[in-house]
């Protein structure tokens, strides 16, 4: 069967499961796309990888990278295989330089094992036409949310709570105020708490400073 590349193009909080997050992949070269629910561990894993922040201690996914390494393993590639009752299966794709061989994995740990090793990730036909969302369809979806909010605006203008603007943007950390080397304590401690959304953010401010 036919595969059919596919490449990340977010990951944030799912709106319909507390406590999960929605992985999102695009159809490369094409309009279509994958979401898909995952859990707040997982999620936390590919985060750091796409981020490309090394934590201080190695998570279950980088045991794995370390374990295939050591026994001289490599992974092809990753394919989201199958959807069944609204379940995503998935395999890796292995060698040992022999012999080529699948591990069967849920698409979120396959997903963050593939990314440590830089190998694509795949789907089939058939899973990206059942689950799958054409880019129009979120246009128009978008298009309907947009006039939503600015119903909701006009009828909350006496409202005495003043709502906040969708356009606001959201307070930056006071970090321009912060010296390099205070800036490096924090992303170690960040780093240690295993707060990896703060240590990306002291990592970007670092990166702008150093040029």
């Known amino acids: 069967m036919k595969k059919i590349q596919l490449e990340i193009l977010g990951l944030s909080s799912s709106q319909s499961q507390s406590g999960s997050f929605a992985l999102i992949l ?14 707040m ?5 590919i985060a750091i990888q796409i981020e490309k922040i090394s934590p201080n201690r190695p998570l279950t996914h980088d045991l794995f990278k370390s374990f295939a390494e050591h026994v001289h393993v490599v ?3 990753v394919v989201i ?4 009752e609204g379940v995503f299966y998935s ?3 292995c060698s040992d330089g022999a012999t080529t061989f699948d591990i069967d994995a849920r698409p979120s740990d396959a997903i963050a094992i593939g990314l440590r090793f830089g190998v694509p990730i795949f789907t089939v036909e058939s899973v990206l036409s059942e689950a799958g969302i054409i880019l129009s369809d979120l246009d128009e979806a978008e298009g309907e949310t947009d006039d939503e909010d600015e119903d909701d605006d006009e ?6 709570s003043p709502r906040p603007s969708r356009a606001q943007p959201e307070p930056r950390d006071p970090s321009g105020q912060v010296s390099l080397d205070e800036l490096t304590k924090m992303l170690a401690q960040a780093l240690e708490k295993e707060d990896y959304e703060k240590a990306a953010k002291i990592r970007d401010e670092l990166n702008k400073r150093n040029g």
């Open 75 to 77: 992974i092809l590639e």
């Open 155 to 160: 009828d909350d203008t006496d409202s005495d």
């Open 41 to 45: 561990f997982e999620a936390q894993s």
């Open 91 to 93: 395999r890796i794709v």
């Open 81 to 84: 295989s199958d959807l069944k």
């Open 26 to 39: 695009g159809e490369k070269g094409g309009n279509r796309r994958l979401p898909i629910i995952i859990g």
